[in-house]
């Protein structure tokens, strides 16, 4: 059985950095492709980072420069490193896996496996 799990959100000022932590299970950690999306109340679901198998990352222009996706194939994991954050990066973060190694999307709709999400709360 596929399972992604989320960790690593909280509260942090304005400003501040945060790191989340996706580990994934049940699955050939290097067949799949793994994205990070978020989705605030009221709004919905957007792609914030995505990474394929062999290291290409993707950032679209709300995020670039400040958010950093990365992965340690040996502990299953992926990680979101979140710098400068702002009241606006308020959400609920998802991590979601897809075999396909090679495909970078940030279209929800190519991913398959979803974890339950870890909330991010930025003060000002």
């Known amino acids: 059985q596929v399972q992604v799990v989320e960790s690593g959100g909280g509260l942090v000022q304005a400003g501040g950095s945060l790191r989340l932590s996706c580990t994934a299970s049940g699955l050939t950690f290097d067949d799949y492709a793994m994205g990070w999306f978020r989705q605030a109340a009221g709004k919905e679901r957007e792609g914030v980072s995505c990474?394929?198998?062999?290291?290409?990352?993707y950032y679209p222009s709300f995020v670039k420069g400040r958010f950093t996706i990365s992965q340690d194939n040996a502990k299953n994991t992926m990680y979101l490193q979140m710098n400068s954050l702002k009241p606006a990066d308020t959400a609920m973060y998802y991590c979601?896996?897809?075999?396909?190694?090679?495909?970078?999307?940030?279209?929800?709709?190519?991913?398959?496996?979803w974890g339950q999400g870890t909330q991010v709360t930025v003060s000002s």
């Open positions: 979601a896996a897809v075999p396909a190694r090679y495909l970078l999307s940030l279209a929800s709709s190519n991913y398959n496996y």
């Open positions: 990474i394929s198998r062999d290291g290409v990352k």
